[in-house]
């Protein structure tokens, strides 16, 4: 009795320990991840803003199609409405900016279950066809909507004075990405979360189960809008004004590719990814004009080129060696630190 006592305290002590020493690595990481804005002055506080909102419209994408097995390849429709939402009530009705983010977020919301609605019959091919109709033409008429989105001037989005700072603005950024990771990781949880992997799996099979796989593929495209509008109005106030441009098809196809890369359903492949995608194009020009050799094909119009073309390599080396992306990579280390690898 005394030994088993004794065996059973040593495993609780064991436990104790190691759920300490995750602990510990998770802060350790947290504040390694931090130096950059709090020694990098206003410019990398400017990239951390970006990486971030890059980062919560992967996490939406990720709600579609990873949990889902919804396609979109429209997402620009639903940051860019979201984007000139807070900008029309910063500029326009001079809103508080979380009133701005809310509409924002409402916005998407209801742009997305719109579509979600159009698509509820179609699957595969078809809803990704649905979904890039409906994104090249909202940006033809939706942003060219003068009196909403300013037309070609665009439209303004100041920060309010207790966010004027990057850095402040930054840390805004990154507690909207927290709530958006937790209240991913609590879906996933739910009862909500598993009915959507049936759907995600066979759809017919989850109707069998007593699933309502339109309502929850509905849900999914609500959660998803909701999520990009929210990021596009922080996108508004991050660059302080929004334009029709910045919302074109080939950054929709950014969008997309980073979150395969990233991996479908890892949060933290995701999240690192889209942090990637989004300060690529900003790092790589310095990076390579500041190399002490350069070699003669290297140019400032080169420069411009060669992201979109990493972004492609990196995607076929994925798809040919690393189907389940940087979260299959990341997913030893991920186990131990939520203690799933942890033998009873």
Not at 146 to 158: K, N, V
Not at 177 to 204: H, I, Q
């Amino acid at each position: 009795m005394a030994t088993a006592t004794m065996v059973f305290g040593r495993v609780k002590v064991q436990r104790r320990f190691g759920l300490a020493l995750r602990v510990a690595v998770v802060l350790a990481l947290l504040a390694l991840a931090a130096l950059p804005l709090l020694l990098g002055g206003d410019v990398w506080a400017q990239r951390i803003s970006r990486a971030a909102i890059y980062a919560i419209i992967g996490l939406s994408i990720n709600t579609l199609t990873g949990h889902a097995g919804q396609i979109s390849l429209g997402h620009q429709a639903f940051v860019g409405i979201g984007a000139f939402a807070a900008a029309f009530m910063a500029s326009r009705l001079g809103a508080p900016l979380g009133f701005g983010l809310a509409a924002a977020a409402v916005a998407g919301a209801l742009t997305a279950a719109v579509v979600g609605m159009v698509a509820l019959r179609v699957t595969g091919l078809y809803l990704a066809l649905v979904t890039l109709a409906f994104g090249l033409t909202a940006e033809t008429t939706i942003f060219n909507w003068r009196e909403f989105t300013g037309g070609g001037a665009g439209a303004f989005a100041p920060r309010p004075e207790v966010l004027s700072s990057d850095h402040a603005f930054a840390l805004l950024c990154l507690g909207v990405l927290a709530l958006v990771l937790y209240v991913d990781w609590r879906l996933v949880s739910t009862k909500a979360g598993r009915a959507l992997a049936a759907v995600r799996n066979d759809e017919r099979i989850a109707s069998t189960l007593g699933v309502n796989v339109t309502g929850y593929k509905l849900a999914a495209f609500c959660l998803s809008g909701l999520a990009a509008g929210l990021a596009g109005g922080l996108f508004a106030h991050w660059n302080q004004i929004v334009q029709a441009m910045d919302f074109e098809f080939q950054v929709a196809l950014v969008w997309v590719l980073m979150t395969v890369v990233g991996g479908l359903r890892s949060r933290l492949g995701v999240v690192l990814a889209s942090a990637f995608f989004a300060l690529l194009p900003l790092t790589l020009p310095n990076f390579l004009s500041g190399l002490p050799w350069q070699p003669p094909f290297l140019n400032e119009a080169v420069y411009h080129v060669l992201p979109p073309f990493i972004v492609v390599v990196m995607l076929l080396i994925v798809l040919r060696f690393f189907p389940g992306g940087f979260g299959q990579l990341l997913r030893p280390a991920t186990n131990w630190l939520t203690g799933k690898g942890r033998k009873s």
